[in-house]
């Protein structure tokens, strides 16, 4: 929570939620809202962690996997990606 504290972090959060009740059909649209998200702000690694997990999901594995090495790029130290890329 403490990770959420500007206004600015609500639209991230949506689309985490959005992702997390996604369902096959609403899977693409949950994507395409983190894309945009992270458009606009490319250093937050946590949008960039949770579309990893949307690409996972959608089994788009290279693109996950992309993903997913970017966000540890820009953070070694965030361990959630690390332990998606080997699982």
Known sequence: VQ???KDSDFPLLRAILNLDQATASTLPAAIEELRAFV??????????YHLG?????????EA???TLRETVRLDPAYLEPRFALVS
Do not use: V
């Open 3 to 5: 990770k959420f504290q």
């Open 39 to 48: 458009k606009l702000h490319p250093a937050s690694t946590e949008a960039r």
């Open 53 to 61: 997990r949307a690409l996972l999901r959608q089994r788009n594995w």
């Open 64 to 66: 996950a996997r992309e």
